[in-house]
């Protein structure tokens, strides 16, 4: 308890310094690069396939983007990391890149595996062969696409990247979602109107110009109220940084807003429940568990999210990178998973955690390293980007450390 209260005094002094939110949503990006060419698969999903002008090793990368709000267009998201264009940075190693916009937004997991193998269909004619090797990657949303990809379709691809997605357990990650939804409610009353499971429309539109300000400044002003929030939903934060926990209840509570609606809509009701779920964290958690808003899962949707779960069953080599303080997805995913491939007893993974608080938080090297590794363990190939001393037992010695920051704060580079 003394520990905690230390922890509150110094997040109301860091409190004070008024650090803005982080932005939450997703942009897409207008600019296409020159070899480039556009098309719309058979699902409606449109496409985009670059060859390198010159220098091609015959070589496919295709790219899973993450998620979109539902309201947002059809288009070609996620393409820069940081400053660098991925279209550019793919053709600059000799790969042709492909990726696709999905036929919808919003959930769009189980038929964006559909809408990538459309797009794998589609390269042969755009490029005037097969590509020797086949690899793909994708970030958030599309880490699970990746992960689905390389499970049930092992015959289209060379191996795998998957960077930062809900690979453990689907159901969980919508869970997490409504518990740090109906904590907030808890902690914060009446700043966001109800349901957490039934968004109004006018909480989607003045979300950025109403609702942000407004959750940033409770949480500002009710230090205590953030930390109990950040405890009991187990979220990430960075070490005493109220920017952080500013930046976590934001962009957690942006999924709830902007995914709600679309998925009970897509999975044939509400798939969140938390009628026996006992949360623990707070300064008085019996009141907490007596006042918190419960809700019970619909059957339906429950049913309708076996799709959505990955199996651990692989038979082509696959590397995670996962940020060990990611407050979207958590690291979790990636204890989750681990478990999965060793109950099956099949398949080679890597896994690299990135000491890092944020979301899909990594820098060009950290990614280009990840899809280097990827390459060399699916074929021995080494291409730019393998580290010098690429030792597996390393990162394994890193998994074991990320393991004890779980439900915890994380540290600042």
Known sequence: MRKLWLVM??????????????????????????????????????????????????????????????????????????????????????????????????LAIVTGVDDVAELIAAFPAAAGRAPAHTYMTGASEGGIVTALMAERHPELLTGALSACGPIGDFRKQTDYLGDFRVLF????????????INIPPQVIANWQSTYVPAIAQQVRANPRQALQLISTSRAATQMLSMSSMISTTVNVLWYNVFATNDASAKLGGNPFGNRMRLYNGSLNDLALNQHVQRF????????????????GVLTIPMVTLHTTGDEVIPFWHQLLYRGKVQTSGRGQLLQIPIFRYGHCNFTTNEAL?????????????????????????????????????QGGVYPSD
């Open 185 to 196: 409610d808890y902690f914060f009353p009446n700043v966001l109107p109800p349901s957490p």
């Open 369 to 405: 390293a990840g899809f280097a590794i990827m390459i060399f363990i699916s074929t021995g190939q080494q291409v730019r980007g393998l580290p010098d001393h690429f030792d597996p037992a390393q990162f394994e010695r890193d998994f074991q450390k990320a393991r004890n920051l």
């Open 296 to 311: 019970r899962a619909d059957p339906a949707a429950l049913a309708a999210l076996t799709p959505y779960q990955t199996t």
């Open 9 to 106: 005094t110094l997040v109301i002094v860091l409190g004070a310094m008024g650090v803005p939110p982080a932005a939450a949503a997703p942009t897409p990006t207008q600019a296409l690069p020159p070899g480039c060419q556009e098309g719309v698969l058979p699902s409606g999903g449109l496409s985009l396939i670059c060859i390198p002008s010159s220098g091609w090793n015959g070589d496919l990368l295709v790219w899973a983007h993450g998620y979109v709000a539902f309201n947002e267009p059809l288009g070609f998201y996620n393409l820069y990391l940081g400053e660098t264009y991925l279209p550019d940075l793919v053709q600059s190693l000799g790969y042709a890149f492909a990726t696709t916009s999905y036929r919808t937004n919003g």
